[in-house]
């Protein structure tokens, strides 16, 4: 944001308005997202960033089609059971009768019971695009990167951030 308050010569706060503007009047998440096909497989992960200091970590937690590699839903809180179960609420129900595979985080077998969902380790390759996409989530966005001196002040920029850099993602992959 100051590289942007600098090349514009604008107020970090306006850009902060414009910014929010922007993102508020985008259409909702889920249109952004291809229809799932009957063979679809879902990859399920979690990454940290923090709001305000190190302590304050934040999960993102989110579900990506493998065929798609678009982010069908995410939701960013702590790491818990509820967490992931606000995860698996917000992935639209014809991809949660996807097989699905994620690591062997507990939270993970506590939430997802649907007799398709695998836990695995990374060297399976089952969850290989999630975590490429985590990868390149840190490399577009810097507040995700893990020793930066870049970080969100606060939640709800963290949140909208996130939003809107998945929502411009997922429609990029549909043209």
């Not at 604008?10 to 308005?17: G, N, Y």
Request: hydrophobic fraction near 35%.
């Amino acid at each position: 944001m100051r590289g942007v308050q600098r090349a514009l010569g604008v107020h970090r706060h306006t850009l902060a308005i414009w910014l929010l503007e922007l993102i508020v009047r985008l259409p909702a998440f889920r249109t952004s997202v291809k229809p799932a096909q009957s063979d679809d497989v879902l990859e399920l992960d979690e990454l940290w960033s923090f709001v305000g200091q190190r302590r304050q970590k934040r999960w993102l937690w989110v579900a990506l089609c493998r065929r798609t590699r678009q982010i069908v839903a995410f939701v960013i809180g702590d790491r818990s059971a509820k967490t992931c179960r606000k995860l698996w609420k917000r992935i639209p129900k014809a991809y949660q009768q996807c097989r699905s595979f994620s690591d062997f985080w507990h939270a993970y077998q506590q939430v997802i019971n649907t007799g398709k969902h695998s836990s695995v380790g990374k060297e399976s390759g089952e969850t290989a695009h999630v975590e490429r996409w985590n990868n390149t989530l840190r490399q577009r966005i810097s507040r995700y990167v893990r020793k930066s001196l870049s970080f969100s002040k606060n939640d709800k920029f963290h949140h909208l951030v996130t939003k809107w850099y998945i929502y411009e993602y997922n429609l990029s992959l549909t043209t």
